[in-house]
């Protein structure tokens, strides 16, 4: 069995500051992982994906997400918010489900209010 | 363009009525899923297909049915065994379930849903 933990169903930013959206993991084999964005009332967008190569993956409009073994986190992170980037963030683990086939797990979100 | 269309952005249904929404993709992917989303929740998967011809029950799957006729189209029926289907309905496609372990979901701008 898999699972995806939002730590935060809320964050709040001032514009030009740092973001940090919280993920952590549980999957019984080595996983990927993704970030997808999603507006209001839109469906969702891929931001990064890891995929078992480099633990640094940088992903579209400036973000990036480290993926720890250790901490079984693949926390989201930008350096400075736009205000662009109020949405809802899904962090998504896709592991395998046995007899060939893989299984997504979608974290309940995390709502990034970015304040003027 | 390629990518993934859904039909109506908006329905409004009438309790005990059945209501077909559309989702159509033109990206040539083998997969394709229709998720659920409420408030807080998350993304719930209610079915997929992995070819034509063939489909398999997700997590919420009661309440719903589906049909695969053509590689490009997945309809999704809300019938009125569905108790609560007041929802935001999302449709999703990939090259494949099984062959990509890293593979991403493609999604579509989604159907809300609202039982009156």
């Known amino acids: 069995a898999q699972s995806v933990t939002q730590l935060d169903s809320h964050v709040s930013v001032s ?11 549980s999957s019984s084999y080595s996983p990927s992982l993704f970030w997808y ?6 469906g969702l967008q891929l931001l990064l994906k890891y995929t078992s190569a480099a633990t640094l993956v940088k992903g579209i ?5 480290e993926f720890k073994k250790s901490e079984t986190s693949f926390h989201l992170t930008k350096p400075s918010a736009h205000m662009s980037d109020a949405a809802e963030y899904f962090c998504v683990v896709r592991g395998y489900s046995g007899a060939g086939s893989y299984q997504l797990t979608f ?10 | 363009d390629g990518g993934i269309t859904q039909s109506p952005k908006y329905l409004f249904r009438k309790e005990g009525q059945n209501v077909t929404l559309s989702c159509e993709q033109n990206l040539n992917h083998d997969a394709m899923y229709w998720y659920r989303q409420d408030p807080g929740q998350g993304l719930r998967l209610i079915y997929y297909s992995q070819i034509v011809n063939d489909f398999q029950k997700g997590d919420i799957a009661e309440g719903y049915s589906v049909s695969r006729e053509k590689k490009e189209s997945f309809p999704l029926t809300v019938t009125s065994a569905q108790k609560n289907p007041t929802a935001f309905y999302l449709c999703a496609s990939s090259i494949s379930i099984r062959d990509y372990p890293t593979d991403t979901q493609y999604f579509g701008p989604g159907t809300r849903l609202t039982v009156l």
């Open chain 1, 61 to 65: 409009n400036g973000f990036e997400a």
């Open chain 1, 37 to 42: 964005v999603q507006h209001p009332n839109k």
């Open chain 1, 107 to 116: 974290g309940k979100g995390t709502k990034l209010s970015v304040i003027p």
């Open chain 1, 15 to 25: 514009e030009g500051t740092p973001v940090l959206l919280r993920c952590n993991y």
